[in-house]
């Protein structure tokens, strides 16, 4: 196993201070180059879990490890794309990818390699182009290549193309999966979207609301490049997993909203 993840438990207090499980009870391993997704309703504790293993934030109980190594803090062989691209508006489309570099190589060989991952995602026409004159899935595209022009061994993707359109998305998957094969990264990914998470993954771990719990692990055989009608019975699989616990967010909803 590459990622092994023990034993996770996670709680927060709230307003009340009154002891709240997010997560419970995880144990998940993870193989070197596998495309993993984490698919689930809302507050099920998704991007909980990519932040533990991210060392962006502590366990309650249990351990994670990544080759070996316990996670306590932020490290190098770990990559973070979050849902908002998260560039330095002033800085150029070369310039945000080189920035993390600079600390590592000299100019000449951090523009070297900016440029090479600006390539991968189709960007090298757009050097000097600046945050706000991308769209939005051009803005992703750059923050893709600064997360891999760090060489990281582990690419953590918290719904990164979670606010764009359709069709944004679709072309982003394509780019998103052929990075994958080309660079062979473990790549653990949070999603919302079913379709999304069966096009893209090797497995998909779906997860129960509050306390999110993994409820199955599922491998996805369907050959690559995945076309619609081969993944319909498998949505429609995950969906009947997944009804249930959206039902119970609905109703815990309600319940608040009657209550105050």
């Known amino acids: 196993m590459f990622i092994n993840i023990k034993d ?3 709680q927060f207090s709230n307003k ?3 002891t709240v499980d997010i997560l419970k009870n995880i144990n998940v391993t993870i ?3 596998e495309f993993v997704s984490i698919l689930g309703p809302s507050g099920c504790g998704k991007s909980t879990l990519l932040n533990i293993v991210a060392g962006l934030t502590t366990t309650t109980a249990g351990v994670v490890t990544v080759g070996g190594k316990t996670i306590t803090k932020p490290g190098k062989d770990r990559g973070m794309v979050f849902q908002q691209a998260a560039l330095f508006p002033w800085l150029n489309v070369l310039d945000n990818v080189m920035f993390p570099l600079k600390k590592e190589m000299n100019n000449k060989k951090a523009k070297e390699k900016a440029l090479h991952y600006l390539r991968m995602v189709q960007l ?3 050097l000097s182009h600046y945050p706000h ?3 939005g899935g051009m803005q992703q595209r750059v923050a893709i ?5 760090m060489d990281p061994e582990v690419l953590l993707m918290d ?3 979670g606010a764009l359109d359709e069709q944004t998305r679709s072309l982003l998957h394509d780019q998103l999966e052929r990075i994958w094969i080309e660079t062979k990264k473990t790549v653990l990914f949070v999603t919302h979207s079913i379709t999304e998470s069966i096009k893209l993954s090797d497995r998909i771990l779906v997860m129960a609301t509050r306390p999110g719990m993994v409820l199955e692990d599922i491998k996805v ?6 076309k619609k009608a081969e993944m319909v019975a498998l949505e429609e699989h995950i969906m009947s997993f997944l009804k249930t616990e959206i039902d119970k967010v609905a109703s815990e909803e309600l319940k608040y909203d009657s209550n105050n």
């Not at 290549?145 to 022009?149: F, G, I, K, Q, V």
């Open 16 to 18: 009340e201070k009154v």
């Open 31 to 33: 193989e070197k180059g």
């Open 159 to 161: 719904e990164p193309f």
């Open 221 to 226: 055989d369907i050959p690559r490049p995945r």
């Open 8 to 10: 996770l438990n996670k």
């Open 133 to 135: 004159e991308l769209s």
């Open 124 to 126: 090298s026409n757009y």
């Open 145 to 149: 290549a600064r997360a891999l022009a």
